[in-house]
């Protein structure tokens, strides 16, 4: 009987390595021709993966993510609250707060005064949207936007809040959003990785990013984030020695494919042959990346467009022109971090130094891609992992407040890719405390995401620990009224 | 307006069409295999419950209709067979099992229905059965559907040793069981591999070392038919062998140099390393090793050793952010211990229990907080102190350790100065602090109180235990404990062979693999245990087995009838871990230092990183890089600050030490290429052995095949000779002395003098390709 046993499960590996062996090969046209990224991505066909397309026709083929990293307040930026200027000073009402659990910084404090916002807001566009003055190109392209002023997440700090958006969990250690993207859909560029980030820090308290944040979790590392630096290497390691043409490069690569080809010979690995090609991408993306990364071609409307700063390395306007770059050659997943939006104090001062840093660019990026025809096929959202409090945390003065985390409600923005363009969705209540209508959870918004790009949530599904995990954990709807 | 919505339509067909074109291309394939012969799914004459069924109502069916009573529909139970048998309440008259009568059944009726109303599982489940997977739980209720126990929750007793045919084969217990399996499949072994690759495996396996040209001469040369075994000898009495152990160990404690979470500042951690590296070269019995781990501070009059051990339950992260819940924080370090023990020790996915019974194995949440009331009693708090200074890379409760206790009992403490050390360890309030089923395991929301015991399903916690720590030591290592010792096989399996005799090292539940072959896995298990949980004893019989002997070389027909090597008629072949391809750098090209414990060092790493990724506080906001000596210590030393871990390592796969593993990804990807082309540890490696071997010869062909064999550790080919030579050649052809120049300024170790920089330039390149050969940084 045992026998039968193991027949049993060595005819299951021989049919799994058959059936991936005819998916690589054989349906390599098919794939090409009907679904380029399903059958080509790099990932390993696990058995337990089930594709997760669904059957509607994706709009958005790639994102970028413009997070704001600190979280920005919703009350100065998006969400208009009037009434808080009104009753400036007042307690907030325990009515309203509620059972609402406080960071261990404002625990303690003995008042709850409420602040209203210091910039002036006014209607924009057809829409009519409201937009704080602290953003004056923002405010010129609300048409083109989709507003979600009724998010909402579980996590109260950052690390915790940060990894919840970006995995649909607060522990850590399970797969990036451009991960999951990754090895749902493939890449579209044979020379660049699928998900790649960009980093840049404002003013404001920062607050640290981590490759975590990144991470491929228990997927296979080529679906992980591939940090993009201002520095001199843009990808680590990428740069080659002084002294190392890249004919010698070359020459080298040579070599080693003919000894490693030996070596295939000797062996009958085909971890060995796969090597030789992993060896000629990297030459590929050592030509790749510094031409994405050269912004002296770019024409004088675009810097114009994207404001100075694009031309100094590291800064967020820089790397918003870049994650464009990116995008545009095919990389699926262009994950920005904008750190300094974390304001418990001095809120009037640092976040006016934080949007100033960040709206044109913003902006412009959308304003780029439509231009260029490209803004129905990316989608690009722009937002922090939650909201700040409607009353001042430590002292309220004439001049200055601060904000302490608000995970109840908060404000983020996206536009193209199929979103519905010049809609204002969601509401707080006046004192901008809690949800009034249409809640979004970070599992809706999640989910609303992958259905943009094809993908449904619940069947985006990966094997690991006896566990089909996905983007969205355990639940998630698709925000239907978001989609064009 | 019309034409748009025809247009969507059209579009929605197009897709859909394409889609179910796609699922009919790739069905008519599997028809056709089922119908070719040989390649048809057998259906084996007798139906095993434990090996074809469960796995099959575990992942369709379970989550659903299995222990979870939350989550049970219909009153269905069918993970236990008295709940399947019974009258079903919702549907009178009907069963869901009924022993040798599938059209009775209301399971095999709703599996093989088309109304999707009825059919099971739903079709919103996004679950499916397959053919194959029906036809078997109809045989199998054919059969009478009988029930057996999981086999990883039963105790392991020593099965009888296979007959076989090829009996000049075996060397040792371990070839019975895998030839046995081999004969019935018609498969037979590979031939020994050849002296030079056996050395380069067993010292890559014992030390993590490549082995030196002097042990490749002496190995050739020794003809005494007892060569292998003295080499064993040698090589597992070696100091290397604790630090070779210690990293798949380090993955399995989560050790980090820093606390993790936002600020992520440092903690001196590394004693407990030290300690650890010790353990494995004194060999200290598993039960000893895991039981000062656990509970060193509670055995009696405790020596300051076993409280060292017990930094193993404080590796884990603990936050300096300040304005967290303090609460909530150790909430999530108990639930770190217990899901890390879990995982390491019992096999068990414990995490899913967490927030509600779990669904595949029999462990209920009241259990899971049971487990984790061993770990609640810790005087510790979420937070104790915000980034600052050397008071604070120890959290409470700490150990000091002082000179004089590393020059009495903590020797192998490898401390550099005069102060004080501080170290993590465990240590018990002096009360009880109740502990609480946590509603969906969230902190503040307590349910009903639990008492510190272990899962039933597993081995009931008897009263002969204490109901603190070390009674789950205990409990761990009592003989009819039926998952420690086959968990640490297992794992011990997976070093040497690249993966485990269950290749789900932390899960042996209902959801994890089935091992491949289950009774040497009990066989090893019960040996282990009868003689005093001997780890090296253990590692002997693995690597002196003829099945680690084999050659790795694959044939056609091996990678078409075994391509994953479930039979091992080959050695596995396989990348080495990220650590080890640092040492194989170093000590090859003569670099290495190779000094033993102490705290980690910060060798070549891309500028930048920390810089970027910090919120400006602590120390550990700037990398500092090490010079000299410190910059040649080996792959285990790697300081890893968890949120920015050290690229050279986690791009090879090495673990960001997050939380506990078991297991590590052997990738291969294009940044990898990229690491082992431009990173100054290896063009300064490939610097310096370059102008050592030109120092010692001036002939170019003596240098590049001395250069190979201390590299891949065996002689080139002639062909590889001939490349080789070639590229050497045209190197000194085509380099001019500037670009020489350039390519030698790698590195801060001292160059060579009176050398000409374009014949050494030239050298160079050679080896830094021979470094970048991929059988150089493989198991072979």
């Given at each position: 009987?045992?026998?039968?046993?193991?027949?049993?499960?060595?005819?299951?590996?021989?049919?799994r390595?058959?059936s991936?062996?005819?998916?690589?090969?054989?349906?390599?046209?098919?794939?090409?021709?009907?679904?380029?990224?399903?059958?080509?991505?790099?990932?390993?066909?696990?058995a337990?993966?089930?594709?997760?397309?669904?059957?509607?026709?994706?709009?958005a083929?790639?994102?970028?993510?413009?997070?704001?990293?600190?979280?920005?307040?919703?009350?100065?930026?998006?969400?208009?609250?009037?009434?808080?200027?009104?009753?400036v000073?007042?307690?907030?009402?325990?009515?309203?707060?509620?059972?609402?659990?406080?960071t261990?910084?404002?625990?303690?404090?003995?008042?709850f005064?409420?602040?209203?916002?210091?910039?002036?807001?006014?209607?924009?566009?057809q829409?009519?949207?409201?937009?704080?003055?602290l953003?004056?190109?923002?405010?010129?392209?609300?048409?083109d936007?989709?507003?979600?002023?009724?998010?909402?997440?579980?996590?109260i700090?950052?690390?915790p809040?940060?990894?919840f958006?970006?995995t649909?969990s607060?522990q850590?250690?399970?797969?990036?959003?451009?991960?999951?993207?990754?090895?749902?859909?493939?890449?579209?560029?044979?020379?660049?990785?699928?998900f790649?980030?960009?980093?840049?820090?404002?003013i404001?308290?920062?607050?640290?990013?981590?490759?975590?944040?990144?991470?491929?979790?228990?997927?296979?590392?080529?679906?992980?984030?591939?940090?993009?630096s201002?520095?001199?290497?843009?990808?680590?390691?990428?740069?080659?020695?002084?002294?190392?043409?890249?004919?010698?490069?070359r020459?080298?690569?040579?070599?080693?494919?003919?000894?490693?080809?030996?070596?295939?010979?000797?062996?009958?690995?085909?971890?060995?042959s796969?090597?030789?090609?992993?060896?000629?991408?990297?030459?590929?993306m050592?030509t790749?990346?510094?031409?994405?990364?050269?912004?002296?071609?770019?024409?004088?409307?675009?810097?114009?467009?994207?404001?100075?700063?694009?031309?100094?390395?590291?800064?967020y306007?820089?790397?918003c022109?870049?994650?464009?770059?990116?995008?545009e050659?095919?990389?699926?997943?262009?994950?920005?971090?904008?750190?300094?939006?974390?304001?418990?104090?001095?809120?009037?001062?640092?976040i006016?130094?934080?949007?100033?840093?960040?709206?044109?660019?913003?902006?412009?990026?959308?304003?780029?891609?439509?231009?260029?025809?490209?803004?129905?096929?990316?989608?690009?959202?722009w937002?922090?992992?939650?909201?700040?409090?409607?009353?001042?945390?430590?002292?309220?003065?004439?001049?200055?407040?601060g904000?302490?985390?608000?995970?109840?409600?908060?404000?983020?923005w996206?536009?193209?890719?199929g979103?519905?363009?010049g809609?204002?969705y969601?509401?707080?209540?006046?004192?901008?405390?809690?949800?009034?209508?249409?809640?979004?959870?970070?599992?809706?918004f999640?989910?609303?995401?992958?259905?943009?790009l094809?993908?449904?949530?619940?069947?985006?599904?990966?094997?690991?620990?006896?566990?089909?995990?996905?983007l969205?954990?355990?639940?998630?709807?698709?925000v239907?009224?978001l989609?064009? | 307006?019309?034409?748009i919505?025809?247009l969507?339509?059209?579009?929605r067909?197009?897709?859909?069409?394409?889609?179910?074109?796609?699922?009919?291309?790739?069905?008519?394939?599997?028809?056709?295999?089922?119908?070719?012969?040989?390649?048809?799914?057998?259906?084996?004459?007798?139906?095993?419950?434990?090996?074809?069924?469960?796995?099959?109502?575990?992942?369709k069916?379970?989550?659903?209709?299995?222990?979870?009573?939350?989550?049970?529909?219909a009153?269905?139970?069918?993970?236990?067979?008295?709940?399947?048998?019974?009258?079903l309440?919702?549907?009178?008259?009907?069963?869901?099992?009924v022993?040798f009568?599938?059209?009775?059944?209301?399971?095999y009726?709703?599996?093989?229905?088309?109304?999707?109303?009825?059919?099971?599982?739903?079709?919103?489940?996004?679950?499916?059965?397959?053919?194959s997977?029906?036809?078997?739980?109809?045989?199998?209720?054919?059969?009478?559907?009988?029930?057996?126990?999981?086999?990883?929750?039963?105790?392991?007793?020593?099965?009888k040793?296979?007959?076989?045919k090829?009996?000049?084969?075996?060397?040792?217990?371990?070839?019975?069981?895998?030839?046995?399996?081999?004969?019935?499949?018609?498969?037979?072994?590979?031939?020994?591999?050849?002296?030079?690759?056996?050395?380069?495996?067993?010292?890559?396996?014992?030390?993590?070392?490549?082995?030196?040209?002097?042990?490749?001469?002496?190995?050739l040369?020794?003809?005494?038919?007892?060569a292998?075994?003295?080499?064993?000898?040698?090589?597992?009495?070696?100091p290397?062998y604790?630090?070779?152990?210690?990293v798949y160990?380090?993955?399995?404690?989560?050790?980090?140099?820093?606390?993790?979470?936002?600020d992520?500042?440092?903690?001196?951690?590394?004693?407990?390393?030290?300690?650890?590296?010790?353990?494995f070269?004194?060999?200290?019995?598993?039960d000893?090793f895991?039981?000062?781990?656990?509970?060193?501070?509670?055995?009696p009059?405790?020596?300051k050793?076993?409280?060292?051990?017990?930094?193993?339950?404080?590796?884990?992260?603990?936050?300096?952010?300040?304005?967290?819940?303090?609460?909530?924080?150790?909430?999530?370090?108990?639930?770190?211990?217990?899901?890390?023990?879990?995982?390491?020790?019992?096999?068990?996915?414990?995490?899913?229990?967490g927030?509600h019974?779990?669904k595949?194995?029999?462990?209920?949440?009241k259990?899971?907080?049971?487990?984790?009331?061993?770990?609640?009693?810790?005087?510790?708090?979420?937070i104790?102190?915000?980034?600052?200074?050397?008071?604070t890379?120890?959290?409470r409760?700490?150990?000091?350790?002082s000179?004089?206790?590393?020059?009495?009992?903590?020797?192998?403490v490898?401390?550099?100065?005069?102060?004080?050390?501080?170290?993590?360890?465990?240590?018990?309030?002096?009360?009880?602090?109740?502990?609480?089923?946590?509603?969906?395991?969230?902190?503040?929301?307590?349910?009903?109180?639990?008492?510190?015991?272990?899962?039933?399903?597993?081995?009931?916690?008897?009263?002969?235990?204490?109901?603190n720590r070390?009674?789950?030591?205990?409990?761990?290592?009592?003989?009819?404990?039926?998952?420690?010792?086959?968990?640490?096989?297992?794992?011990?399996?997976?070093?040497?062979?690249?993966?485990?005799?269950v290749?789900?090292p932390?899960?042996?539940?209902?959801?994890?693999?089935l091992?491949?072959?289950?009774?040497?896995?009990?066989?090893?298990?019960?040996?282990?245990?009868?003689?005093?949980w001997?780890?090296?004893?253990?590692?002997?019989?693995?690597?002196?087995?003829?099945?680690?002997?084999?050659?790795?070389?694959?044939?056609?027909?091996?990678?078409?009838?075994?391509?994953?090597?479930?039979?091992?008629?080959?050695?596995?072949?396989?990348r080495?871990?990220?650590?080890?391809i640092?040492?194989?750098?170093?000590s090859?090209?003569?670099?290495?230092?190779?000094?033993?414990?102490?705290?980690?060092?910060?060798?070549y790493?891309?500028?930048?990183?920390?810089?970027?990724?910090?919120?400006?506080?602590g120390?550990?906001?700037?990398?500092?890089?090490?010079?000299?000596?410190?910059?040649y210590?080996?792959?285990?030393?790697?300081?890893?600050?968890r949120?920015?871990?050290?690229?050279?390592?986690?791009?090879f796969?090495?673990s960001?030490?997050d939380?506990?593993?078991?297991?590590?990804?052997?990738?291969?990807?294009?940044?990898?290429?990229?690491?082992?082309l431009?990173?100054?540890?290896?063009?300064?490696?490939?610097?310096?052995?370059s102008?050592?071997?030109?120092?010692?010869?001036?002939?170019?062909?003596?240098?590049?095949?001395?250069?190979?064999?201390t590299?891949?550790?065996?002689?080139?080919?002639?062909?590889?000779?001939?490349?080789?030579?070639?590229?050497?050649?045209?190197?000194?052809?085509?380099l001019?002395?500037?670009?020489?120049?350039d390519?030698?300024?790698?590195?801060?170790?001292?160059?060579?003098?009176?050398?000409?920089p374009?014949?050494?330039?030239?050298?160079?390149?050679?080896?830094?390709?021979?470094?970048?050969l991929?059988?150089?940084?493989?198991k072979?």
């Amino acid at each position: 009987m045992e026998n039968n046993i193991f027949e049993h499960r060595l005819n299951i590996n021989r049919r799994r390595f058959l059936s991936q062996a005819s998916l690589g090969l054989g349906s390599v046209a098919l794939g090409s021709l009907l679904m380029p990224d399903l059958l080509s991505g790099t990932g390993s066909m696990d058995a337990a993966m089930i594709p997760g397309l669904s059957d509607f026709a994706p709009k958005a083929k790639r994102v970028i993510y413009l997070f704001q990293n600190g979280a920005p307040s919703q009350i100065e930026s998006f969400d208009y609250k009037p009434k808080l200027k009104e009753m400036v000073g007042q307690e907030l009402p325990d009515s309203v707060r509620g059972a609402q659990r406080l960071t261990g910084m404002t625990a303690n404090q003995s008042s709850f005064p409420l602040v209203g916002s210091f910039a002036e807001f006014k209607q924009y566009g057809q829409s009519g949207a409201w937009v704080s003055d602290l953003f004056p190109y923002t405010s010129r392209i609300v048409d083109d936007l989709c507003i979600v002023r009724s998010m909402h997440t579980e996590a109260i700090n950052h690390d915790p809040a940060l990894t919840f958006f970006q995995t649909g969990s607060q522990q850590g250690n399970r797969p990036s959003m451009g991960a999951w993207l990754s090895y749902g859909l493939g890449s579209e560029n044979k020379n660049l990785p699928a998900f790649t980030v960009l980093l840049s820090r404002g003013i404001g308290n920062g607050q640290g990013v981590y490759s975590k944040l990144w991470t491929n979790g228990f997927l296979d590392s080529v679906h992980q984030g591939v940090q993009f630096s201002s520095g001199e290497d843009p990808v680590l390691y990428l740069k080659d020695s002084k002294g190392l043409s890249r004919e010698e490069r070359r020459v080298m690569l040579d070599n080693i494919a003919e000894l490693n080809h030996l070596s295939y010979e000797k062996f009958g690995d085909p971890e060995i042959s796969a090597k030789i090609k992993q060896y000629e991408m990297a030459y590929r993306m050592q030509t790749t990346v510094p031409e994405i990364m050269d912004l002296s071609k770019e024409p004088d409307s675009v810097i114009k467009l994207y404001g100075p700063d694009c031309l100094v390395p590291g800064t967020y306007a820089a790397n918003c022109l870049m994650a464009r770059k990116l995008s545009e050659s095919g990389v699926r997943f262009v994950q920005l971090y904008h750190q300094g939006w974390d304001q418990h104090d001095n809120l009037p001062y640092e976040i006016s130094h934080q949007a100033k840093d960040t709206d044109q660019a913003s902006a412009a990026l959308v304003t780029d891609l439509k231009q260029r025809g490209l803004l129905d096929e990316t989608l690009v959202i722009w937002g922090g992992e939650f909201g700040r409090t409607s009353y001042s945390q430590g002292k309220l003065t004439a001049e200055s407040y601060g904000r302490d985390h608000h995970p109840r409600c908060f404000s983020i923005w996206m536009a193209g890719g199929g979103v519905k363009p010049g809609l204002v969705y969601g509401e707080t209540d006046e004192l901008g405390y809690n949800i009034a209508k249409d809640p979004v959870h970070i599992h809706d918004f999640q989910a609303t995401v992958l259905h943009m790009l094809g993908l449904d949530h619940e069947k985006l599904v990966f094997k690991h620990l006896g566990r089909r995990f996905r983007l969205t954990d355990v639940r998630g709807n698709v925000v239907k009224d978001l989609i064009a | 307006m019309d034409s748009i919505l025809k247009l969507i339509v059209f579009n929605r067909f197009y897709f859909g069409s394409i889609h179910f074109f796609i699922i009919l291309l790739l069905m008519a394939s599997c028809e056709k295999k089922l119908d070719s012969g040989s390649e048809t799914i057998e259906i084996p004459d007798q139906v095993s419950y434990n090996f074809h069924v469960r796995p099959i109502l575990s992942d369709k069916c379970f989550s659903c209709h299995g222990p979870d009573a939350n989550k049970r529909e219909a009153g269905l139970r069918l993970d236990i067979e008295e709940e399947a048998y019974k009258a079903l309440t919702e549907t009178p008259g009907a069963h869901g099992l009924v022993p040798f009568k599938p059209n009775e059944s209301e399971v095999y009726k709703r599996i093989v229905s088309d109304d999707p109303t009825f059919k099971m599982p739903p079709p919103e489940s996004n679950l499916k059965l397959s053919d194959s997977e029906i036809r078997l739980i109809e045989k199998w209720i054919q059969q009478g559907a009988t029930y057996e126990p999981h086999w990883a929750f039963t105790p392991p007793k020593t099965p009888k040793i296979p007959n076989i045919k090829n009996k000049d084969w075996p060397l040792n217990e371990v070839d019975y069981f895998i030839l046995a399996k081999q004969e019935a499949r018609g498969m037979e072994p590979n031939s020994e591999a050849d002296k030079e690759a056996l050395l380069k495996r067993l010292s890559l396996d014992l030390t993590g070392l490549p082995p030196t040209l002097k042990m490749m001469d002496q190995f050739l040369s020794d003809d005494s038919p007892k060569a292998y075994e003295k080499l064993v000898d040698r090589l597992i009495a070696s100091p290397a062998y604790g630090e070779k152990m210690a990293v798949y160990w380090m993955d399995i404690a989560r050790f980090a140099d820093s606390h993790g979470f936002q600020d992520d500042s440092y903690r001196s951690q590394w004693p407990w390393r030290d300690w650890v590296i010790h353990a494995f070269n004194k060999n200290i019995p598993y039960d000893t090793f895991i039981t000062w781990q656990l509970a060193g501070d509670l055995i009696p009059d405790a020596t300051k050793e076993q409280l060292l051990a017990t930094g193993f339950n404080r590796n884990h992260k603990i936050t300096e952010e300040g304005g967290i819940v303090d609460e909530e924080y150790r909430v999530s370090y108990v639930i770190d211990r217990t899901n890390t023990v879990g995982k390491s020790l019992m096999g068990i996915t414990m995490e899913c229990a967490g927030c509600h019974d779990h669904k595949y194995d029999p462990i209920t949440q009241k259990e899971y907080y049971s487990l984790y009331s061993f770990f609640n009693n810790i005087q510790e708090r979420g937070i104790e102190s915000v980034v600052g200074g050397p008071e604070t890379y120890a959290k409470r409760p700490f150990m000091q350790i002082s000179n004089e206790d590393v020059e009495s009992i903590l020797t192998f403490v490898n401390k550099k100065d005069t102060l004080d050390l501080i170290v993590s360890v465990m240590g018990e309030l002096d009360s009880i602090r109740p502990t609480f089923v946590l509603d969906r395991g969230i902190y503040d929301q307590p349910l009903d109180p639990v008492e510190p015991t272990t899962p039933e399903s597993i081995l009931s916690f008897g009263p002969k235990y204490e109901k603190n720590r070390l009674g789950l030591a205990k409990w761990m290592f009592s003989r009819e404990n039926p998952l420690t010792a086959r968990v640490f096989v297992n794992q011990i399996w997976q070093e040497f062979f690249g993966k485990g005799i269950v290749t789900t090292p932390g899960d042996f539940g209902m959801q994890g693999a089935l091992p491949s072959h289950p009774e040497l896995l009990d066989w090893l298990s019960v040996d282990l245990m009868e003689n005093g949980w001997d780890m090296k004893r253990l590692v002997r019989h693995l690597i002196t087995s003829a099945t680690y002997r084999q050659s790795a070389t694959i044939s056609a027909e091996q990678l078409e009838k075994d391509p994953e090597n479930m039979l091992l008629t080959r050695a596995p072949r396989f990348r080495i871990k990220a650590e080890f391809i640092r040492d194989v750098i170093l000590s090859s090209s003569g670099l290495l230092n190779p000094e033993i414990g102490g705290p980690s060092s910060k060798p070549y790493q891309p500028g930048g990183l920390w810089e970027g990724a910090t919120s400006g506080r602590g120390i550990l906001s700037v990398y500092k890089q090490d010079h000299g000596e410190k910059l040649y210590r080996r792959g285990l030393y790697n300081f890893i600050k968890r949120t920015v871990p050290p690229p050279a390592m986690t791009i090879f796969d090495g673990s960001n030490r997050d939380q506990c593993e078991v297991q590590r990804l052997i990738t291969n990807t294009p940044i990898q290429a990229l690491v082992m082309l431009n990173d100054p540890t290896m063009l300064e490696a490939s610097r310096v052995l370059s102008g050592k071997l030109m120092q010692e010869s001036g002939d170019p062909e003596t240098n590049i095949y001395k250069a190979f064999r201390t590299i891949v550790c065996r002689q080139p080919t002639e062909k590889e000779m001939t490349v080789l030579k070639k590229y050497y050649e045209g190197r000194i052809a085509t380099l001019n002395e500037s670009q020489a120049t350039d390519l030698l300024d790698v590195g801060e170790y001292p160059h060579a003098t009176g050398l000409n920089p374009v014949t050494w330039a030239s050298l160079m390149q050679v080896i830094t390709a021979i470094y970048n050969l991929e059988e150089t940084i493989s198991k072979t």
